[in-house]
C-alpha cells in the first residue's frame, strides 16, 4: 500500500492502484484520522491493518506529512 501526501493528507492507495481514502490530521482531536470521501470503497482486514499502523506511526512521531509549497 503506498500513502502519497497531497496538501497536508496522504492519499491511501492499495496494491490494485485505487485510492481507497485519506489520512489526514485532526486539530480538534490532536489525532491523524482516516476517511473515505465517497466511502463506496471496501478495505480488507490486511489494508485497515496497514492504515492503523500508519495513523499509531503518524501520532507517535515515527512518521511524517511533509509540508507542501505550491508558490
Same mark, same amino acid.
Given at each position: 500500500? &503506498?500513502? &502519497?501526501?497531497?496538501? *497536508?493528507?496522504?492519499?491511501?492507495?492499495?496494491?490494485? /492502484?485505487?485510492?481507497? /481514502? $485519506?489520512? $489526514?490530521?485532526? @486539530?480538534?482531536? $490532536?489525532?491523524?484520522?482516516? !476517511?473515505?470521501?465517497?466511502?463506496?470503497?471496501?478495505?480488507?482486514? @490486511?489494508? *485497515? @491493518?496497514?492504515?492503523?499502523?500508519?495513523?499509531? /506511526?503518524?501520532?507517535?512521531?515515527? !512518521?511524517?506529512?511533509?509540508? *507542501?509549497?505550491?508558490?
Amino acid at each position: 500500500m &503506498l500513502f &502519497l501526501s497531497i496538501q *497536508q493528507e496522504l492519499d491511501c492507495i492499495n496494491d490494485s /492502484g485505487s485510492i481507497i /481514502g $485519506k489520512i $489526514k490530521f485532526d @486539530a480538534d482531536e $490532536k489525532q491523524h484520522v482516516f !476517511y473515505q470521501p465517497d466511502g463506496v470503497v471496501v478495505i480488507s482486514e @490486511a489494508e *485497515q @491493518a496497514q492504515i492503523n499502523e500508519r495513523l499509531a /506511526g503518524l501520532d507517535e512521531g515515527r !512518521y511524517s506529512i511533509p509540508m *507542501q509549497d505550491d508558490d
